[in-house]
């Protein structure tokens, strides 16, 4: 798959200056990820999501559609809900679009809501849709990840809308489209790296 770094990353530089005002907190914010060890895995989105629609702060949520043991040993089984916000927000109105996410819960099938650092390293459209198309795109099997890792995804994967990414922002994700609609449709597939962070105290739901 083709990607355009520079491009990607310029617009994504352009969308956190333009919510600067609005939401400075988590346009400036930067993870500390140095120690992190992050495994790869696919999840699947559970609602279906449109920018016009949305709004900062609005809960989304995901579940992985394959086990997960991370680095440490724990282990995240099948169907594990993914817990998260829209956490920036640009609508078109004549320019450019942005919806960022971030995922930062999972929920285990016990209840226990435990922290999570989560990076999106891909998207495609739900299976009805002709993803067969990318069948390598996501394996299934898990990968460490750097803590370094950064991903420009292009359009043509998900239509007209592009994914950029890097392990280091406080965002999953920041969906981006030239287009004044973004429209994510329930069970859009997500490759995903997680890491469990192990200095927050475990929750009960």
């Given at each position: 798959?083709?990607?355009?770094?520079?491009?990607?990353?310029s617009?994504?530089?352009?969308?956190?200056?333009?919510?600067?005002?609005?939401?400075?907190?988590?346009?400036?914010?930067?993870?500390?990820?140095?120690?992190?060890?992050?495994?790869?895995?696919?999840?699947?989105?559970?609602?279906?999501l449109?920018s016009?629609?949305?709004?900062?702060?609005?809960?989304?949520?995901?579940?992985?559609?394959?086990?997960?043991?991370?680095?440490?040993?724990?282990?995240?089984?099948?169907n594990?809900?993914?817990?998260?916000?829209?956490?920036?927000?640009?609508?078109?109105?004549?320019?450019?679009?942005?919806?960022?996410?971030?995922?930062n819960?999972?929920?285990?099938?016990?209840?226990?809501?435990?922290?999570?650092?989560?990076?999106?390293?891909?998207?495609?459209?739900?299976?009805?849709?002709?993803?067969?198309?990318?069948?390598?795109?996501?394996?299934?099997?898990?990968?460490?990840?750097?803590?370094?890792?950064?991903?420009?995804?292009?359009v043509?994967?998900?239509?007209?809308?592009?994914?950029?990414?890097?392990?280091?922002?406080?965002?999953?994700?920041?969906?981006?489209?030239?287009r004044?609609?973004?429209?994510?449709?329930?069970?859009?597939?997500?490759?995903?790296?997680?890491?469990?962070?192990?200095?927050?105290?475990?929750?009960?739901?």
């Amino acid at each position: 798959m083709k990607s355009r770094p520079l491009k990607l990353q310029s617009f994504a530089l352009f969308l956190a200056s333009a919510l600067l005002a609005a939401a400075p907190a988590l346009a400036n914010s930067a993870y500390d990820s140095t120690n992190l060890h992050l495994m790869s895995t696919n999840a699947s989105l559970n609602q279906t999501l449109n920018s016009s629609q949305l709004s900062v702060g609005q809960r989304v949520t995901a579940h992985l559609t394959m086990k997960l043991r991370t680095s440490d040993g724990m282990l995240l089984p099948r169907n594990t809900q993914l817990l998260g916000k829209v956490s920036e927000l640009r609508n078109g109105h004549g320019k450019r679009t942005g919806v960022a996410l971030v995922f930062n819960r999972a929920r285990l099938k016990d209840g226990r809501v435990i922290p999570i650092k989560a990076t999106l390293l891909g998207a495609m459209p739900p299976n009805e849709e002709g993803s067969s198309d990318y069948g390598n795109y996501f394996p299934d099997t898990s990968k460490p990840v750097s803590p370094k890792a950064q991903m420009d995804q292009e359009v043509g994967v998900l239509s007209h809308i592009a994914l950029h990414s890097a392990v280091q922002s406080h965002n999953s994700g920041i969906f981006l489209s030239k287009r004044k609609d973004i429209r994510l449709r329930a069970g859009t597939q997500l490759r995903i790296a997680i890491a469990p962070l192990q200095s927050a105290s475990t929750q009960a739901s």
